[in-house]
Structure formats: structure tokens, C-alpha cells
T-cell receptor, first 115, second 111 residues
Framework: GAGVSQSPSNKVTEKGKDVELRCDPI?????LYWYRQSLGQGLEFLIY????????KSGLPSDRFSAERTGGSVSTLTIQRTQQEDSAVYLC?????????????FGPGTRLTVL | AQSVTQLDSQVPVFEEAPVELRCNYS??????LFWYVQYPNQGLQLLLK??????LVKGINGFEAEFNKSQTSFHLRKPSVHISDTAEYFC?????????FGRGTSLIVHP
């Protein structure tokens, strides 16, 4: 069984450009999370999807960030008009719908560098 | 509300020595606790978890952790570390559908 996959593994872009990061969760996992990990920092929660419910977007740092999840599976995180402070590793995780016991399975991350 | 404090940002240790990585938490709901490990250029991998029952939890790679409710702690231990244990370790608390992670502890094992 495949784990969580993310693409691309590395992305270098110029300030002001838009980027899209992709996450393929484990098949059957209904919950999907995006996190941002800056150098030397912990995990910053960005957004949470659960099934067909409205996503919890409370962690998105600005309106330049958005995410969608199509068909309850693949998710795309979009950052518009990228800034240098957006440089970080973006991690995706998925889990079974186990309520308040979210044992998460993480992808390898996408390292974003904004020049 | 819930929070996690990892008291040490970096822990250097010699190979074959014991190690303890400290984690304290606060939570206003039921407590579920996790330790994850992140090797360089990889995602996080679950080491162990406490959901209920025995307060001593054993995980992969010889790690264990003890849940201490009175001290609100969930410290991670290993009796003898290897070079390959060099990694970033994250403590996390569940209890709501979005777990809260600590800032991580970098374990550096020297030969």
C-alpha cells in the first residue's frame, strides 16, 4: 500500500509567481491536513479537510493561500503571488476518520523556495 | 484549547548513551499523545502513541514514553541510542480533530 505522496518534491519560484502543490493521501483516508514547516520551526497548521464537510481554513496565513480537495482524495495547495517568507517545507498528512484520535500519516513534503 | 511544550530544542548525546526528550502538554479535553520522528528530508513518522490504558508506551526503534497525568508530561526515552537516531522529534497532543505539535527537539548522536 502506497503512503502519502506529494509533488513536486522541490519547487523554486520567483517572487510574485503562483505555485501549486499536490498531495495524494492514502486511499480510504477521509481526513487530510496541510502544514507548513519553516526552518527550525515546528509544524504550522494550515487547513483541514474531512470528507465532504467544509474545510477548516483557520490556519491559512493570508488570502494568498487556498486549497481544494477534489473527489475526497487529491488535494492541491495554491499560493498566489508568492513572497520570500513563503519559503518552507509544506507537509501533507492524511488519517482515517477516527474523531479526536487523529493518527496522521505524513508525506515527504514539498520544499518551496521563493527567490 | 491544547498546547505542547518541548523543553529542549537540541539534545546532543554520545552513541550508546541513554536519552530523554521532554514534552509537557496542556489540554482541556481528553488527552491523546503522540511522538513523531522526522529524518532529514523526509516527512514525519509515528514513533508511538498513548490513547488509554498503560501509561508506559513502547514504540518502534526501541523508544518508549511514559504518560504522567499529574505532571502533564509525556517524555520520550531510549536506553541506548544509535547514530541512526539522529533526527528531529515532535511531540503532539490530540483530543480535537487537529492535533497540536511541539516545536521539535533535534537529537544529535555523536560517535
Amino acid at each position: 500500500g502506497a503512503g502519502v505522496s506529494q509533488s513536486p518534491s522541490n519547487k523554486v519560484t520567483e517572487k510574485g509567481k503562483d505555485v501549486e502543490l499536490r498531495c495524494d493521501p492514502i486511499s480510504g483516508h477521509t481526513a487530510l491536513y496541510w502544514y507548513r514547516q519553516s526552518l527550525g520551526q515546528g509544524l504550522e497548521f494550515l487547513i483541514y479537510f474531512q470528507g465532504n464537510s467544509a474545510p477548516d481554513k483557520s490556519g491559512l496565513p493570508s488570502d494568498r493561500f487556498s486549497a481544494e480537495r477534489t473527489g475526497g482524495s487529491v488535494s492541491t495547495l495554491t499560493i498566489q503571488r508568492t513572497q520570500q517568507e513563503d519559503s518552507a517545507v509544506y507537509l501533507c498528512a492524511s488519517s482515517l476518520a477516527t474523531g479526536t484520535i487523529p493518527e496522521q500519516f505524513f508525506g515527504p513534503g514539498t520544499r518551496l523556495t521563493v527567490l | 484549547a491544547q498546547s505542547v511544550t518541548q523543553l529542549d530544542s537540541q539534545v546532543p548525546v554520545f552513541e550508546e548513551a541513554p536519552v530523554e526528550l521532554r514534552c509537557n502538554y496542556s489540554s482541556s479535553v481528553s488527552v491523546y499523545l503522540f511522538w513523531y520522528v522526522q529524518y532529514p528530508n523526509q516527512g514525519l513518522q509515528l514513533l508511538l502513541k498513548y490513547l488509554s490504558g498503560s501509561t508506559l508506551v513502547k514504540g518502534i526503534n526501541g523508544f518508549e514514553a511514559e504518560f504522567n497525568k499529574s505532571q502533564t508530561s509525556f517524555h520520550l526515552r531510549k536506553p541506548s541510542v544509535h547514530i541512526s537516531d539522529t533526527a528531529e522529534y515532535f511531540c503532539a497532543v490530540g483530543g480535537s480533530y487537529i492535533p497540536t505539535f511541539g516545536r521539535g527537539t533535534s537529537l544529535i548522536v555523536h560517535p
